[in-house]
């Protein structure tokens, strides 16, 4: 009997022990699978990637370290699927390297954080897979270091797939980018935001899909201009060139949408506002003087946005504003 307990005691212990081990598989390259299972998550690397990536856990929060040498000459971009559902777990990713993250039926709740964090500041391309339901949740404490958003990303994020993802802000930003957002064929609903539904900088273009904004407590959409590091894509921009739009301004103080620069919407986009505020804010006065000049020092002239700029001729310039200077491109 003693025996029998001894061998049940193991074979518990091993369970404990898979239920967040990394397997491999042979099946697919460049992808790493990861489950979660409500207090804990598990994950399965391709083989021929499993050197390049580094997997921690504490319970159902992961944290993937990828390899500074993940290059195009080495493996190439890694994809990571998440899926399953979680009420205390996060996505944590960082990296030096273009990657996609896949939501595959992906319901996940971080209450001291927010529940997807990737520090990569290179394209993320944000996969929301065909025919799923994908929901992520943020909390209020503040236990840890402060968060932008429930879905924050350090580098250039592309939304795209069929598939649909909400998302409930508990704390701050719903979706925030330090680069640009671009949308195309997903569905991304909001349905709470203590600040801004969509905060980005660099640039927001739609080309396709269905944005639905509501509960927001301050804008529904803010472009921001970044300003250390200037160049034709930067300019602050809102742009939608397909797709929908719906914004319910109600209960929220700030914009519907927030521009540095200019905002263009095509006869073949949709754009829908309704609340107690529906304007569009163009914020050009938080750029400053801008100076511009050329190559060899000649001042060009002096401009109050960035739209401005955008009207001067074909070339390269060096812009400087509030005392920084970067150099931009016009085409």
């Known amino acids: 009997m003693k025996r029998f307990l001894i061998v049940v005691f193991v074979l518990f212990c091993v369970v404990k022990v898979n239920a ?10 460049n992808v790493v699978y990861i489950t979660y299972n409500e207090s804990s998550a598990s994950a399965v690397i391709c083989e021929n990637i499993k050197s390049y990536v580094t997997i921690s856990f504490n319970g159902a929060h ?3 370290i990828q390899s ?37 039926d992906l319901t996940l709740t971080n209450p001291n954080g927010p ?20 929901t992520l949740t943020d909390g209020t404490s503040t236990a840890l270091d402060a968060w932008k ?21 508990n704390y701050a930003h719903a979706i925030w980018s330090k680069e640009y957002i671009t949308i195309k064929n997903c569905t991304i609903n909001v349905y709470k935001a203590v600040k801004d539904a969509i905060n980005c900088n660099q640039y927001f273009a739609m080309e396709s899909g269905e944005l639905n904004l509501s509960g927001m407590g301050d804008d529904a959409i803010q ?38 620069g200019t905002k263009v919407a095509a006869n073949t986009a949709t754009l829908n506002i309704v609340g107690e505020n529906t304007a569009i804010e163009n914020v050009k006065s938080n750029v400053g003087s801008i100076t511009l000049y050329n190559l060899l020092g000649t001042k060009i002239g002096e401009f109050d946005s960035i739209e401005q700029i955008s009207q001067s001729p074909s070339g390269i310039y060096i812009m400087v504003t509030n005392q920084n200077s970067s150099k931009i491109v016009i085409p």
């Open 20 to 29: 967040q081990t990394i397997g491999t598989t042979t099946d697919t390259i």
């Open 62 to 64: 992961v944290k993937v």
């Open 68 to 104: 500074a040498d993940v290059s195009l000459t080495t493996c190439g971009e890694i994809s990571y699927i998440l899926s399953g559902s979680s009420s205390n777990g996060s996505f944590y990713m960082e990296g030096s390297f273009k990657a996609t993250v896949g939501l595959k």
């Open 115 to 134: 529940a997807i964090n990737i520090q990569n500041g290179k394209r993320i391309e944000v996969s929301v897979k065909r025919g799923t339901t994908n």
């Open 149 to 169: 958003g429930c879905f924050q990303c350090k580098g250039h994020t592309e939304f795209k797939g069929y598939g649909t993802l909400n998302i409930y802000a």
């Open 223 to 260: 472009v921001s201009l970044k300003t250390e590091d200037t160049s034709v894509e930067n300019t602050g921009n809102f742009t939608l060139s397909g797709g929908t739009i719906n914004i319910d301004m109600t209960g929220a103080t700030g914009s519907s949408i927030k521009v540095v």
